[in-house]
Protein backbone atom coordinates (compact mmCIF):
# COMPACT_ATOMS: atom_id res chain seq x y z
CA UNK A 1 0.00 0.00 0.00
CA UNK A 2 1.76 2.74 -1.11
CA UNK A 3 1.35 6.61 -3.12
CA UNK A 4 4.65 6.46 -4.91
CA UNK A 5 5.42 9.79 -4.27
CA UNK A 6 2.59 10.87 -6.65
CA UNK A 7 0.40 12.96 -4.17
CA UNK A 8 0.85 16.70 -3.90
CA UNK A 9 -2.27 17.24 -1.89
CA UNK A 10 -4.56 15.87 0.21
CA UNK A 11 -8.59 16.65 1.14
CA UNK A 12 -9.86 15.78 3.87
CA UNK A 13 -13.39 15.50 4.96
CA UNK A 14 -15.47 14.75 8.24
CA UNK A 15 -18.27 15.50 10.08
CA UNK A 16 -19.93 13.61 13.12
CA UNK A 17 -16.73 12.41 14.92
CA UNK A 18 -14.39 14.00 12.68
CA UNK A 19 -12.25 15.36 15.74
CA UNK A 20 -11.57 12.45 16.93
CA UNK A 21 -10.49 10.66 13.31
CA UNK A 22 -8.66 13.84 13.00
CA UNK A 23 -6.92 13.47 16.39
CA UNK A 24 -5.43 9.71 14.90
CA UNK A 25 -4.49 11.42 11.57
CA UNK A 26 -2.83 14.61 11.76
CA UNK A 27 -0.57 13.84 14.65
CA UNK A 28 0.57 10.96 12.19
CA UNK A 29 1.27 12.80 9.49
CA UNK A 30 5.25 13.36 9.02
CA UNK A 31 7.04 16.85 9.59
CA UNK A 32 8.84 15.00 5.68
CA UNK A 33 5.67 15.68 4.18
CA UNK A 34 5.75 17.30 0.97
CA UNK A 35 1.76 17.63 0.07
CA UNK A 36 -0.36 20.51 1.25
CA UNK A 37 -3.35 19.10 3.60
CA UNK A 38 -6.57 20.78 3.26
CA UNK A 39 -9.62 19.72 5.72
CA UNK A 40 -13.38 20.33 5.92
CA UNK A 41 -14.86 19.68 8.93
CA UNK A 42 -18.73 20.47 9.64
CA UNK A 43 -19.09 23.23 12.49
CA UNK A 44 -21.53 25.43 14.05
CA UNK A 45 -21.69 28.15 11.45
CA UNK A 46 -22.15 30.89 14.59
CA UNK A 47 -19.26 30.17 16.71
CA UNK A 48 -15.50 30.49 15.58
CA UNK A 49 -13.39 27.83 14.78
CA UNK A 50 -10.56 26.50 17.40
CA UNK A 51 -9.46 23.58 14.71
CA UNK A 52 -6.25 25.38 14.36
CA UNK A 53 -5.32 26.35 17.98
CA UNK A 54 -6.53 22.77 19.14
CA UNK A 55 -4.34 20.52 16.77
CA UNK A 56 -0.93 22.94 16.67
CA UNK A 57 0.33 21.49 19.22
CA UNK A 58 -0.42 17.60 18.26
CA UNK A 59 1.43 18.26 14.39
CA UNK A 60 4.70 18.46 13.22
CA UNK A 61 3.61 20.08 10.47
CA UNK A 62 2.40 24.11 10.67
CA UNK A 63 -1.78 24.16 11.15
CA UNK A 64 -3.73 27.27 10.17
CA UNK A 65 -6.91 28.49 10.05
CA UNK A 66 -7.62 29.20 5.98
CA UNK A 67 -7.63 32.98 4.89
CA UNK A 68 -8.99 33.88 1.35
CA UNK A 69 -5.82 34.51 -1.30
CA UNK A 70 -3.85 32.99 0.83
CA UNK A 71 -0.84 30.92 -1.11
CA UNK A 72 -0.67 27.10 -0.52
CA UNK A 73 2.21 25.86 0.59
CA UNK A 74 3.31 22.33 0.62
CA UNK A 75 3.95 20.65 3.95
CA UNK A 76 0.99 23.01 5.39
CA UNK A 77 -2.44 21.94 7.20
CA UNK A 78 -5.55 23.95 6.25
CA UNK A 79 -8.29 24.14 8.47
CA UNK A 80 -11.86 25.77 6.49
CA UNK A 81 -13.32 28.71 8.93
CA UNK A 82 -16.69 28.27 10.27
CA UNK A 83 -19.27 29.34 7.80
CA UNK A 84 -16.95 29.31 4.87
CA UNK A 85 -16.41 27.22 1.66
CA UNK A 86 -12.92 26.49 1.39
CA UNK A 87 -12.03 26.38 -2.35
CA UNK A 88 -8.48 25.85 -3.92
CA UNK A 89 -7.83 27.97 -6.98
CA UNK A 90 -5.00 28.16 -9.30
CA UNK A 91 -1.83 29.30 -8.14
CA UNK A 92 -2.37 27.11 -6.02
CA UNK A 93 -3.80 29.41 -3.59
CA UNK A 94 -7.03 29.03 -1.13
CA UNK A 95 -10.35 30.63 -1.56
CA UNK A 96 -13.32 31.58 0.63
CA UNK A 97 -16.59 31.59 -0.25
CA UNK A 98 -19.69 32.06 1.59
CA UNK A 99 -21.76 30.13 -1.04
CA UNK A 100 -25.12 28.74 -0.40
CA UNK A 101 -24.43 25.51 2.20
CA UNK A 102 -24.50 22.39 0.25
CA UNK A 103 -26.13 19.45 2.01
CA UNK A 104 -26.49 21.65 4.76
CA UNK A 105 -23.26 22.47 5.06
CA UNK A 106 -21.17 25.56 4.57
CA UNK A 107 -18.15 24.50 4.24
CA UNK A 108 -18.80 22.07 2.32
CA UNK A 109 -16.65 18.80 1.97
CA UNK A 110 -18.52 18.74 -1.55
CA UNK A 111 -16.93 22.30 -2.30
CA UNK A 112 -13.58 21.41 -1.10
CA UNK A 113 -12.95 18.35 -3.02
CA UNK A 114 -14.00 19.54 -6.11
CA UNK A 115 -12.51 22.41 -6.70
CA UNK A 116 -8.86 20.65 -5.42
CA UNK A 117 -9.67 17.94 -7.81
CA UNK A 118 -9.61 20.90 -10.89
CA UNK A 119 -6.27 22.26 -9.60
CA UNK A 120 -3.92 18.61 -8.14
CA UNK A 121 -6.14 16.28 -10.73
CA UNK A 122 -4.22 13.15 -10.24
CA UNK A 123 -2.25 14.47 -7.85
CA UNK A 124 -4.66 14.93 -5.59
CA UNK A 125 -5.83 11.93 -2.66
CA UNK A 126 -9.22 12.53 -1.42
CA UNK A 127 -10.16 11.15 2.09
CA UNK A 128 -13.68 10.78 3.96
CA UNK A 129 -14.09 10.07 7.17
CA UNK A 130 -16.88 9.49 9.81
CA UNK A 131 -20.03 11.80 8.91
CA UNK A 132 -23.76 11.79 9.37
CA UNK A 133 -24.46 13.36 6.09
CA UNK A 134 -24.33 12.72 2.60
CA UNK A 135 -21.74 15.47 2.02
CA UNK A 136 -18.24 14.41 0.26
CA UNK A 137 -19.87 11.99 -1.79
CA UNK A 138 -19.75 13.45 -5.31
CA UNK A 139 -16.93 15.30 -4.35
CA UNK A 140 -14.94 12.38 -3.95
CA UNK A 141 -16.19 11.15 -7.42
CA UNK A 142 -14.73 14.29 -8.65
CA UNK A 143 -11.62 13.44 -7.14
CA UNK A 144 -11.70 9.73 -8.76
CA UNK A 145 -12.35 11.39 -12.11
CA UNK A 146 -9.73 13.85 -11.80
CA UNK A 147 -7.84 10.30 -11.80
CA UNK A 148 -7.19 11.56 -8.42
CA UNK A 149 -6.77 8.66 -5.70
CA UNK A 150 -9.66 8.25 -3.31
CA UNK A 151 -9.54 6.54 0.52
CA UNK A 152 -12.68 6.53 2.38
CA UNK A 153 -12.74 5.29 6.39
CA UNK A 154 -14.24 1.37 6.83
CA UNK A 155 -17.78 2.77 7.81
CA UNK A 156 -17.97 -0.20 10.58
CA UNK A 157 -14.92 1.95 12.44
CA UNK A 158 -16.55 5.33 11.86
CA UNK A 159 -18.36 7.06 14.57
CA UNK A 160 -20.69 7.91 12.00
CA UNK A 161 -21.12 5.91 8.97
CA UNK A 162 -23.62 7.60 6.90
CA UNK A 163 -21.11 9.64 5.03
CA UNK A 164 -18.39 7.12 4.14
CA UNK A 165 -21.41 4.57 3.10
CA UNK A 166 -22.85 7.32 0.71
CA UNK A 167 -19.22 7.77 -0.98
CA UNK A 168 -19.10 3.92 -1.29
CA UNK A 169 -22.45 4.18 -2.50
CA UNK A 170 -21.79 6.61 -5.30
CA UNK A 171 -18.45 5.38 -6.04
CA UNK A 172 -15.76 2.66 -5.19
CA UNK A 173 -12.80 3.81 -3.39
CA UNK A 174 -9.17 2.65 -3.89
CA UNK A 175 -8.93 1.96 -0.71
CA UNK A 176 -11.43 1.19 2.33
CA UNK A 177 -9.39 1.46 5.52
CA UNK A 178 -9.37 1.85 9.55
CA UNK A 179 -8.08 4.76 10.52
CA UNK A 180 -4.14 3.74 11.80
CA UNK A 181 -4.18 2.06 7.98
CA UNK A 182 -4.79 5.61 6.53
CA UNK A 183 -2.75 7.14 8.92
CA UNK A 184 -0.11 4.62 7.62
CA UNK A 185 -0.71 5.75 4.08
CA UNK A 186 -0.37 9.05 4.69
CA UNK A 187 2.72 8.55 6.47
CA UNK A 188 4.53 7.31 3.06
CA UNK A 189 3.03 10.04 1.01
Known amino acids: MTLNGRVDAVAIGASA ?5 LSVLLPALPSSLRAAVFIVLHLPRDKPSILAKIFKPKCALPVFEAEDKQPVIPGNIYFAPADYHLLIDQGPQLALSADEP ?38 LAAV ?19 MVRSALALRPADWVLPLDKIAALLQAA
Open 17 to 21: GGIQA
Open 102 to 139: VHHSRPSIDVLFESAADVYKDRLLGIILTGANEDGATG
Open 144 to 162: KDAGGITVVQEPETAQAPQ
